[in-house]
C-alpha cells in the first residue's frame, strides 16, 4: 500500500521556523519528483516546492528564499524546511508524488497525496 505520511506542523509565531517531513512507503520515489503543496480555508491548493530526482529544486515566488525542500531517498523521506514564516503562509501542507517528473506546479500531475499536516502562523 502505497503512503505519502506528513509530519512536523504546529503552531509558530511569525518570524519562526518549522520543518515538515514526508515519509514515503509502499513503492520505490527515488525517481519521482516530489512537491510539497498547501490549501487555505476557503482557497484552492497551490504549489509550493518540488523536487526532482536529480534533487534540482523549484519554488512557488511566495515562498522562494524562505522555503527550502530538500529529499533523502535512502529514508524515502522529502523535507520542507521553512523559515521567516507569516500568518499568510498558515494551511494545510501536503506531501505528493509526480512519477512523470513534469508540470511539477500542477496538483493533477501528482499521483500519490499524502493526509496533510496544518501549520499556523500567528501574527
Known amino acids: 500500500q502505497v503512503q505519502l505520511v506528513e509530519s512536523g506542523g504546529g503552531l509558530v509565531q511569525a518570524g519562526g521556523s518549522l520543518r515538515l517531513s514526508c515519509a514515503a512507503s509502499g513503492r520505490t520515489f527515488s525517481r519521482d519528483a516530489m512537491g510539497w503543496f498547501r490549501q487555505a480555508p476557503g482557497k484552492e491548493r497551490e504549489f509550493v516546492a518540488a523536487i526532482i530526482w536529480s534533487s534540482k529544486t523549484y519554488y512557488a515566488d511566495s515562498v522562494r528564499g524562505r522555503f527550502t525542500i530538500s529529499r533523502d531517498n535512502a529514508k524515502d523521506t522529502v523535507y520542507l524546511q521553512m523559515n521567516s514564516l507569516k500568518p499568510e503562509d498558515t494551511a494545510v501542507y501536503f506531501c505528493?508524488?509526480?512519477?512523470?517528473?513534469?508540470?511539477?506546479?500542477?496538483?493533477?500531475?501528482?499521483?500519490?497525496w499524502g493526509q496533510g499536516t496544518q501549520v499556523t502562523v500567528s501574527s
Open positions: 505528493a508524488a509526480n512519477p512523470r517528473g513534469a508540470g511539477l506546479e500542477s496538483p493533477t500531475m501528482y499521483d500519490f
